[in-house]
Structures are given as structure tokens and as C-alpha cells.
């Protein structure tokens, strides 16, 4: 049974745009805080923003001014606009939610994001 399931990454060049989402079933998702992760190629994952259920946000230094995360909890979806994206953009992403329907650590299939030129 998929949860979780992403979308919106692809190949874009530097200076680009792009909005990920990831759209969820099986729980009641505006109770849950929410994140998203990233690994670069070679590199381990690392934290790139998250929200609480009442909507206060945090980034990562590398992305603050260029992405927004937000959620709608009509849609049971989270997104992460990415503007002014660059080469160190270029990652798999990853939904994440430190509890989910009773469990921990719940992660999104991962959806790959390529910044080049």
C-alpha cells in the first residue's frame, strides 16, 4: 500500500524551477510534521526544510531565500518550491515524516531532481 507518492522533479537548467509534491493516503495528514530530504550523488542524506502542522517552516542554510515548503492539508500534500536552483541542487528528494499512521520514520519513494545546463 503506497503512502506516499511524489512527484514533479525532472531535468532543469540553472536558474530554474521546480515543485515537488508529495501526496499522501492511509492517515489523517494534518496532524503530522513533515520534511524534505535530499541526497546528492556520493553524499548522504541531509535535511532540506520541514513544517509543523501549524505551519512554522525551517531550511537549511544551502536553500533559504530559494525554496518554500508547504503543505495543504485539504489535498494531504506537502510541496517544495525550488527557485533559483543550482548544479548543488541536483539530488534525489525525499518526503519524510518522523511518525506516520503509527509509525516512525516514514520516507517518499524519492523523486530525482537534475540541475545542468
Known amino acids: 500500500q503506497v503512502q506516499f507518492v511524489e512527484s514533479g522533479g525532472g531535468l532543469v537548467q540553472p536558474g530554474g524551477s521546480l515543485r515537488l509534491s508529495c501526496a499522501t493516503s492511509?492517515?489523517?495528514?494534518?496532524?503530522?510534521?513533515v520534511g524534505w530530504y535530499r541526497q546528492p550523488p556520493g553524499k548522504q542524506r541531509e535535511l532540506v526544510a520541514t513544517i509543523t502542522t501549524s505551519g512554522h517552516t525551517n531550511y537549511a542554510d544551502s536553500v533559504k531565500g530559494r525554496f518554500t515548503i508547504s503543505r495543504d492539508n485539504a489535498k494531504n500534500t506537502v510541496y517544495l518550491q525550488m527557485n533559483s536552483l543550482k548544479a548543488e541542487d541536483t539530488a534525489v528528494y525525499y518526503c519524510?515524516?518522523?511518525?506516520?499512521?503509527?509509525?516512525?520514520?516514514?520516507w517518499g519513494q524519492g523523486t530525482q531532481v537534475t540541475v545542468s545546463s
Open positions: 492511509g492517515s489523517i495528514f494534518s496532524i503530522y510534521n
Open positions: 519524510y515524516f518522523p511518525s506516520w499512521g503509527g509509525a516512525r520514520n516514514a
